[in-house]
């Protein structure tokens, strides 16, 4: 029994295929396939020089596309690279999946299914935990939702709240404080800290302590 198991496997593993000799060859292609795609992501991965970062970060050469072109280029090399990644695992697994046995065929549409799963599941996980940070900022710090309505509208996008028509600005602003349990009748005073970060960035003088003003002068 065991020798025609290993005679069948051999005469298998020397038919010829359809587009080449033998079924080895998928897996010389598919390793091809992946050393191609390693190369395109390795190559796409672009480190700045700190003496160009420095110079960004002082406003020097703004206005060069030449980041937007990189980006570019750097985004195709990824697709691609995945692309010939993808392709060269597949070819590899179609040689070995007819050796394979229907159990191990079963296993692994069942790792298969659950990865999705897990993928669905992490999506739908990250949505609620970026929707409880969104909560726990807005409670702590003081935002005019009505005069930032592009910023209120990607929060409600966030909450999955849709616009509506006959929605007016209040209606819309008084959901999405809703969904962020806030209470849109009632106005929120500025924090200290949020005080504190205005004043720095309009360069304003930060009022002196009660101490001092309560206190008399020299």
């Not at 992946?34 to 160009?52: E, K, W």
């Not at 970060?197 to 009022?207: D, K, T």
Request: one cysteine or more.
């Amino acid at each position: 029994m065991g020798d025609s198991t290993q005679a069948a496997c051999r005469l298998r593993q020397q038919r010829p295929s359809i587009f080449m000799g033998t079924e080895y060859d998928y897996t010389i292609i598919g390793l091809t396939c992946m050393i191609v795609g390693l190369i395109l992501l390795a190559n796409s991965i672009v480190f700045r020089s700190p003496r160009r970062l420095v110079e960004e970060y002082f406003g020097v050469g703004i206005g060069s596309m030449r980041p937007v072109r990189d980006y570019v280029l750097n985004k195709i090399q990824v697709i691609i690279g995945f692309l010939f990644l993808t392709a060269g695992v597949i070819l590899q697994g179609l040689t070995a999946w007819g050796l394979v046995s229907t159990t191990i065929k079963i296993v692994c549409g069942l790792l298969i299914l659950f990865a999705v799963g897990v993928y669905f599941f992490g999506k739908r996980y990250s949505r609620r935990i970026f929707q409880q940070i969104l909560r726990q900022h807005f409670k702590q710090h003081a935002f005019d939702f009505q005069q930032n309505m592009s910023v209120t509208k990607q929060i409600g996008k966030a909450f999955g709240i849709l616009e509506s028509p006959d929605d007016s600005v209040e209606k819309y602003v008084a959901k999405v404080m809703l969904a962020l349990d806030l209470d849109p009748t009632k106005p929120r005073e500025e924090s200290e800290k949020d005080m504190r970060s205005r004043r720095l960035r309009e360069m304003a003088p930060l009022p002196m302590p009660r101490s001092n003003q309560t206190g008399g002068g020299i």
